[in-house]
T-cell receptor, first 115, second 115 residues
Framework: QQQVKQSPQSLIVQKGGISIINCAYENTAFDYFPWYQQFPGKGPALLIAIRPDVSEKKEGRFTISFNKSAKQFSLHIMDSQPGDSATYFCAAPQPGYSSASKIIFGSGTRLSIRP | DVKVTQSSRYLVKRTGEKVFLECVQDMDHENMFWYRQDPGLGLRLIYFSYDVKMKEKGDIPEGYSVSREKKERFSLILESASTNQTSMYLC??????????????FGPGTRLTVT
């Protein structure tokens, strides 16, 4: 079973600070690295994704940094706001598995932004 | 917008009962998935279906079965509920042919408690 290892399990950041969540993967055949965001009482929703041929992708205050040689990718939330408080999952779609590829999810990071 | 609905938000069942969790999506997606979410373990795939009447085991299928008689509906069945099946259950769907094959749409979840 190919894995995606996520850290930390929980994170507390002051409002206005930078939140950083890290993931490491094993399978070099992964072709996308998405991040999902889950608010309490809701299902996860796609936040942002990056391809392995790109080192960084930015959407607003959210940035994915990708280090192919280290097989690591991370989510940075700049100017963190209380509304960013949620659980974040990194993920990778498993290639070549049946006609519906599985998405492998990390264990999740519970982010709390202190006002 | 894609909508994935689950029949119950909260459910309390007794050990040994047969439990049905229903999921319906309104976007004509071929692929549907059932996950369970537990703290520190992320999202673990129970079963998925890539077409009507087709199903494949995920990572933790033991104690569960599924049914997909119509394209829009995917049911998860706990044949004889046990306390270790107390969890949050999430349904998701995804179209088969899509460039961004990592984007899944999740329902709000069913929190099942087995006593």
């Amino acid at each position: 079973q190919q894995q995606v290892k996520q850290s930390p399990q929980s994170l507390i950041v002051q409002k206005g600070g930078i939140s950083i969540i890290n993931c490491a993967y094993e399978n070099t055949a992964f072709d996308y690295f998405p991040w999902y965001q889950q608010f309490p009482g809701k299902g996860p929703a796609l936040l942002i994704a990056i391809r392995p041929d790109v080192s960084e992708k930015k959407e607003g205050r959210f940035t994915i940094s990708f280090n192919k040689s280290a097989k690591q990718f991370s989510l940075h939330i700049m100017d963190s706001q209380p509304g960013d408080s949620a659980t974040y999952f990194c993920a990778a779609p498993q290639p070549g598995y049946s006609s519906a590829s599985k998405i492998i999810f990390g264990s999740g990071t519970r982010l709390s932004i202190r006002p | 917008d894609v909508k994935v609905t689950q029949s119950s938000r909260y459910l309390v069942k007794r050990t040994g009962e047969k439990v049905f969790l229903e999921c319906v999506q309104d976007m004509d997606h071929e692929n549907m998935f059932w996950y369970r979410q537990d703290p520190g373990l992320g999202l673990r795939l129970i079963y998925f279906s890539y077409d009507v009447k087709m199903k494949e085991k995920g990572d933790i299928p033991e104690g569960y079965s599924v049914s997909r008689e119509k394209k829009e509906r995917f049911s998860l069945i706990l044949e004889s509920a046990s306390t270790n099946q107390t969890s949050m259950y999430l349904c998701a769907s995804r179209p088969r042919d899509r460039v961004f094959h990592y984007e899944q749409y999740f329902g709000p979840g069913t929190r099942l408690t087995v006593t």
